[in-house]
């Protein structure tokens, strides 16, 4: 079976740091995709990266990057320059690929708190 | 820009009562969903739906839940007898095949409080 842990209930960072979220899975699929998601206090929910389990370089997107080592089974998302707006829930996810219809499974979440 | 729609964006009912969800997918998406968070905790897959019919389902979605696509554009979910613990926010997201994975764009999600 399918698992994201996120150990982090919640983290701090200063205003125009980088933070990293930590996340590690586990599954015994040898295709897989992992995903970031961001929850802000309103409640929807906003994609904000995506990393295949075959793609050869850590997916980047805008001031969002997926640190993916492969073989700690870890896919930890940097934010570089923090801003107030990334105060939010951030949610780890990991689904099957190929004939997989993509259902995603979450971990427990981060709160991320910036500091002015 | 397109996005996933949900009605109602809150709903109070009574325990034993049925309630129906409405989403809006994106037009031109294939791949249909339902996810539940229970307040403070994680997002729970329920159902995926493709091609006019469920693909997968979880533990979660038993006889109590079906969804169906009734038009062609709206995709619901029935809860037929809520219980107290199905209280929830529960979220719609529809996606499309990009590359090797379905990139799903989530609704606002509707609040459902069963009292």
């Known amino acids: 079976a399918q698992k994201i842990t996120q150990t982090q209930p919640g983290m701090f960072v200063q205003e125009k740091e980088a933070v990293t979220l930590d996340c590690t899975y586990d599954?015994?699929?040898?295709?897989?995709?992992l995903f970031w998601y961001k929850q802000p206090s309103s409640g929807e929910m906003i994609f904000l990266i995506y990393?295949?389990?075959?793609?050869?370089q850590n997916a980047t997107e805008g001031r969002y990057s997926l640190n993916f080592q492969k073989a700690r089974k870890s896919a930890n998302l940097v934010i570089s320059a923090s801003q107030l707006g990334d105060s939010a829930m951030y949610f780890c996810?990991?689904?099957?690929?190929?004939?997989?219809?993509?259902?995603?499974?979450f971990g427990k979440g981060t709160k991320l708190s910036v500091k002015p | 820009e397109p996005e996933v729609t949900q009605t109602p964006s809150h709903q109070v009912t009574q325990m034993g009562q049925e309630v129906i969800l409405r989403c809006v997918p994106i037009s031109n998406h294939l791949y249909f969903y339902w996810y539940r968070q229970i307040l403070g905790q994680k997002v729970e897959f329920l159902v995926s739906?493709?091609?006019?019919?469920?693909?997968?389902k979880s533990e979660i979605f038993d006889d109590q839940f079906s969804v169906e696509r009734p038009d062609g554009s709206n995709f619901t979910l029935k809860i037929r007898s809520t219980k107290l613990e199905d209280s929830a926010m529960y979220f719609c997201?529809?996606?499309?095949?990009?590359?090797?994975?379905?990139?799903?764009?989530f609704g606002p999600g509707t609040r459902l409080t069963v009292l």
């Open positions: 739906f493709y091609n006019n019919e469920i693909s997968e």
């Open positions: 599954t015994s699929d040898p295709s897989y995709g």
């Open positions: 996810a990991m689904s099957g690929v190929g004939g997989s219809q993509g259902n995603l499974i």
């Open positions: 997201a529809s996606a499309l095949r990009r590359g090797g994975y379905n990139e799903q764009f």
């Open positions: 990393q295949g389990s075959y793609d050869q």
